[in-house]
Protein backbone atom coordinates (compact mmCIF):
# COMPACT_ATOMS: atom_id res chain seq x y z
CA UNK A 1 0.00 0.00 0.00
CA UNK A 2 1.34 3.48 -1.12
CA UNK A 3 1.40 5.61 2.03
CA UNK A 4 1.05 9.61 1.49
CA UNK A 5 2.73 12.28 3.72
CA UNK A 6 1.06 15.27 3.36
CA UNK A 7 2.85 18.39 5.14
CA UNK A 8 2.76 20.74 6.91
CA UNK A 9 0.03 19.72 9.09
CA UNK A 10 -1.71 23.29 9.17
CA UNK A 11 -0.51 26.08 7.09
CA UNK A 12 -1.26 29.78 8.98
CA UNK A 13 -1.43 32.41 6.28
CA UNK A 14 -3.20 35.44 5.33
CA UNK A 15 -5.61 36.55 2.15
CA UNK A 16 -3.16 37.37 -0.96
CA UNK A 17 -0.18 35.17 0.59
CA UNK A 18 1.19 31.83 -1.46
CA UNK A 19 0.11 28.46 0.06
CA UNK A 20 2.27 25.68 -0.93
CA UNK A 21 1.11 22.06 0.22
CA UNK A 22 3.42 18.78 -0.11
CA UNK A 23 2.33 15.55 -0.86
CA UNK A 24 5.15 12.32 -0.45
CA UNK A 25 4.62 9.36 -1.07
CA UNK A 26 6.37 5.50 0.01
CA UNK A 27 6.80 4.62 -3.24
CA UNK A 28 7.01 6.34 -7.09
CA UNK A 29 3.00 6.89 -7.87
CA UNK A 30 3.12 5.34 -11.68
CA UNK A 31 1.84 7.91 -14.73
CA UNK A 32 1.49 11.06 -12.24
CA UNK A 33 -1.88 9.40 -10.56
CA UNK A 34 -1.71 11.77 -8.25
CA UNK A 35 -4.97 14.16 -7.14
CA UNK A 36 -5.49 16.99 -4.73
CA UNK A 37 -9.07 17.61 -2.59
CA UNK A 38 -10.61 20.61 -0.75
CA UNK A 39 -12.88 20.23 1.35
CA UNK A 40 -14.46 22.61 4.05
CA UNK A 41 -16.80 21.46 7.44
CA UNK A 42 -19.69 20.11 6.97
CA UNK A 43 -19.12 19.89 2.89
CA UNK A 44 -18.44 17.30 0.64
CA UNK A 45 -14.84 17.16 -0.87
CA UNK A 46 -14.47 18.75 -4.03
CA UNK A 47 -11.26 17.65 -6.80
CA UNK A 48 -8.99 20.01 -7.39
CA UNK A 49 -6.47 18.42 -9.35
CA UNK A 50 -6.06 15.06 -11.07
CA UNK A 51 -3.09 13.44 -12.94
CA UNK A 52 -0.60 15.74 -10.44
CA UNK A 53 -0.87 18.87 -12.98
CA UNK A 54 -4.63 19.32 -14.32
CA UNK A 55 -7.14 21.54 -13.06
CA UNK A 56 -10.63 20.05 -12.73
CA UNK A 57 -13.54 21.45 -14.35
CA UNK A 58 -14.18 25.14 -13.10
CA UNK A 59 -11.09 25.35 -10.80
CA UNK A 60 -9.85 28.87 -10.77
CA UNK A 61 -6.14 28.82 -11.65
CA UNK A 62 -4.67 30.44 -9.01
CA UNK A 63 -4.64 26.64 -8.04
CA UNK A 64 -1.57 24.59 -9.46
CA UNK A 65 -0.10 21.33 -8.67
CA UNK A 66 3.17 19.86 -10.05
CA UNK A 67 5.50 17.11 -9.19
CA UNK A 68 6.19 13.39 -10.02
CA UNK A 69 7.91 10.04 -8.94
CA UNK A 70 7.10 10.22 -5.01
CA UNK A 71 7.07 13.97 -4.35
CA UNK A 72 3.96 16.59 -5.49
CA UNK A 73 2.92 19.64 -4.40
CA UNK A 74 -0.44 21.57 -4.53
CA UNK A 75 0.07 25.81 -4.85
CA UNK A 76 -2.39 28.74 -4.31
CA UNK A 77 -0.89 31.85 -5.57
CA UNK A 78 -2.83 34.14 -4.26
CA UNK A 79 -5.19 33.05 -1.32
CA UNK A 80 -8.87 33.76 -1.13
CA UNK A 81 -11.08 34.06 1.79
CA UNK A 82 -12.79 30.91 0.16
CA UNK A 83 -9.95 28.78 0.08
CA UNK A 84 -9.28 28.03 3.57
CA UNK A 85 -9.91 24.62 4.35
CA UNK A 86 -8.27 21.46 4.48
CA UNK A 87 -6.48 19.65 1.22
CA UNK A 88 -5.76 16.17 0.59
CA UNK A 89 -3.90 14.46 -2.33
CA UNK A 90 -5.17 10.88 -3.34
CA UNK A 91 -3.13 8.38 -4.96
CA UNK A 92 -4.23 6.22 -7.83
CA UNK A 93 -1.84 4.78 -9.26
CA UNK A 94 -1.61 1.77 -7.08
CA UNK A 95 -4.44 -0.85 -5.09
CA UNK A 96 -5.79 0.09 -2.98
CA UNK A 97 -6.19 4.14 -3.07
CA UNK A 98 -4.88 6.03 -0.88
CA UNK A 99 -5.14 9.67 0.69
CA UNK A 100 -2.70 11.30 2.27
CA UNK A 101 -3.56 12.29 5.93
CA UNK A 102 -4.55 16.12 4.65
CA UNK A 103 -3.32 19.99 5.45
CA UNK A 104 -5.33 22.39 7.06
CA UNK A 105 -4.62 26.42 5.58
CA UNK A 106 -5.71 28.62 8.27
CA UNK A 107 -6.54 32.32 8.21
CA UNK A 108 -2.97 33.91 10.41
CA UNK B 1 -28.70 20.42 -9.48
CA UNK B 2 -25.97 17.74 -9.89
CA UNK B 3 -25.49 15.93 -6.99
CA UNK B 4 -25.24 12.87 -5.05
CA UNK B 5 -27.05 12.24 -1.71
CA UNK B 6 -26.09 9.36 0.56
CA UNK B 7 -28.97 8.36 3.07
CA UNK B 8 -29.13 5.42 5.18
CA UNK B 9 -26.86 6.06 8.01
CA UNK B 10 -27.14 5.79 12.00
CA UNK B 11 -26.66 4.22 15.00
CA UNK B 12 -26.17 0.51 15.35
CA UNK B 13 -25.25 -2.34 17.52
CA UNK B 14 -22.25 -3.97 16.80
CA UNK B 15 -23.14 -7.38 14.50
CA UNK B 16 -25.62 -5.41 12.93
CA UNK B 17 -26.28 -4.53 9.33
CA UNK B 18 -27.14 -1.17 7.52
CA UNK B 19 -27.54 -0.96 3.93
CA UNK B 20 -26.56 2.81 2.66
CA UNK B 21 -27.74 4.55 -0.70
CA UNK B 22 -26.08 6.78 -2.88
CA UNK B 23 -28.66 7.78 -5.33
CA UNK B 24 -27.72 10.96 -8.10
CA UNK B 25 -29.45 14.05 -9.35
CA UNK B 26 -28.98 16.16 -12.44
CA UNK B 27 -27.40 13.59 -14.45
CA UNK B 28 -27.22 9.64 -15.25
CA UNK B 29 -25.60 7.51 -12.50
CA UNK B 30 -25.11 4.78 -15.51
CA UNK B 31 -22.64 6.54 -16.86
CA UNK B 32 -20.23 6.59 -14.17
CA UNK B 33 -18.05 3.77 -11.57
CA UNK B 34 -18.56 4.97 -8.04
CA UNK B 35 -16.80 4.16 -5.36
CA UNK B 36 -17.27 4.48 -1.61
CA UNK B 37 -14.80 6.19 1.08
CA UNK B 38 -15.37 6.77 4.54
CA UNK B 39 -13.62 9.29 6.88
CA UNK B 40 -12.76 9.35 10.84
CA UNK B 41 -11.16 11.70 12.57
CA UNK B 42 -8.50 9.29 13.84
CA UNK B 43 -7.85 7.39 10.43
CA UNK B 44 -8.44 10.30 7.92
CA UNK B 45 -10.05 9.09 4.20
CA UNK B 46 -10.04 5.40 3.41
CA UNK B 47 -11.47 3.66 0.09
CA UNK B 48 -13.64 0.83 0.50
CA UNK B 49 -14.86 -0.27 -3.19
CA UNK B 50 -15.78 0.42 -6.54
CA UNK B 51 -18.47 -0.70 -8.82
CA UNK B 52 -18.07 -0.30 -12.65
CA UNK B 53 -21.16 1.18 -14.74
CA UNK B 54 -23.10 -1.77 -15.45
CA UNK B 55 -22.27 -3.20 -12.21
CA UNK B 56 -20.29 -6.14 -13.88
CA UNK B 57 -16.88 -5.45 -11.84
CA UNK B 58 -16.77 -4.50 -8.17
CA UNK B 59 -13.55 -4.23 -6.25
CA UNK B 60 -12.93 -3.72 -2.62
CA UNK B 61 -10.49 -2.95 0.26
CA UNK B 62 -8.70 -5.99 1.93
CA UNK B 63 -10.71 -4.48 5.19
CA UNK B 64 -14.10 -4.68 3.67
CA UNK B 65 -13.72 -7.55 1.65
CA UNK B 66 -16.66 -9.97 2.72
CA UNK B 67 -18.06 -7.63 5.57
CA UNK B 68 -19.46 -4.83 2.82
CA UNK B 69 -21.11 -5.41 -0.50
CA UNK B 70 -21.78 -2.63 -3.29
CA UNK B 71 -24.73 -3.17 -5.57
CA UNK B 72 -26.89 -0.37 -7.98
CA UNK B 73 -29.92 -0.02 -9.28
CA UNK B 74 -29.38 2.37 -12.65
CA UNK B 75 -32.90 2.18 -12.98
CA UNK B 76 -33.26 4.04 -10.02
CA UNK B 77 -30.21 6.27 -10.54
CA UNK B 78 -28.92 4.71 -7.15
CA UNK B 79 -25.68 2.56 -5.63
CA UNK B 80 -26.04 1.29 -2.37
CA UNK B 81 -23.25 -0.53 0.38
CA UNK B 82 -24.12 -2.88 2.11
CA UNK B 83 -22.37 -2.80 5.86
CA UNK B 84 -22.90 -6.50 7.60
CA UNK B 85 -20.93 -7.17 11.00
CA UNK B 86 -20.30 -4.22 11.56
CA UNK B 87 -17.92 -3.16 14.61
CA UNK B 88 -17.01 -0.03 16.70
CA UNK B 89 -14.19 0.73 14.26
CA UNK B 90 -16.48 1.03 11.38
CA UNK B 91 -17.83 4.49 12.75
CA UNK B 92 -17.45 7.46 10.10
CA UNK B 93 -18.82 9.41 7.74
CA UNK B 94 -19.46 7.43 4.04
CA UNK B 95 -19.18 9.21 0.84
CA UNK B 96 -20.27 8.36 -2.28
CA UNK B 97 -18.01 9.51 -5.39
CA UNK B 98 -18.38 9.06 -9.28
CA UNK B 99 -15.86 8.50 -11.38
CA UNK B 100 -16.74 9.44 -15.41
CA UNK B 101 -13.72 7.30 -16.87
CA UNK B 102 -12.62 4.05 -14.82
CA UNK B 103 -9.96 6.46 -13.59
CA UNK B 104 -10.33 5.90 -10.07
CA UNK B 105 -10.34 9.22 -8.92
CA UNK B 106 -13.46 11.61 -7.97
CA UNK B 107 -14.74 14.15 -9.96
CA UNK B 108 -18.02 14.65 -7.88
CA UNK B 109 -18.81 13.55 -4.10
CA UNK B 110 -22.04 13.29 -1.81
CA UNK B 111 -21.60 14.98 1.60
CA UNK B 112 -21.75 12.31 3.16
CA UNK B 113 -23.94 9.90 5.62
CA UNK B 114 -22.73 9.20 9.55
CA UNK B 115 -22.55 5.81 10.54
CA UNK B 116 -22.39 5.04 14.60
CA UNK B 117 -21.35 1.55 15.88
CA UNK B 118 -22.26 1.44 19.47
CA UNK B 119 -24.22 -0.46 22.08
Known amino acids: EIVLAQSPGTLSLSPGERATLSCRASETVINFYLAWYQQKPGQAPRLLIY???NRATGVPDRFSGSGSGTDFSLTISRLEPEDFAVYYC?????????FGGGTKVEIK | QVQLVESGGGVVQPGRSLRLSCAASGFTLSTYAVHWVRQTPGKGLAWLGV????????YYADSVRGRFTISRDNSKNTVFLQLNSLRAEDTAMYYC????????????WGRGTLVTVSS
Open chain 1, 90 to 98: QQYGGSPLT
Open chain 2, 51 to 58: ISSDGGNK
Open chain 2, 97 to 108: ARDLSWDWYFDL
Open chain 1, 51 to 53: GAS
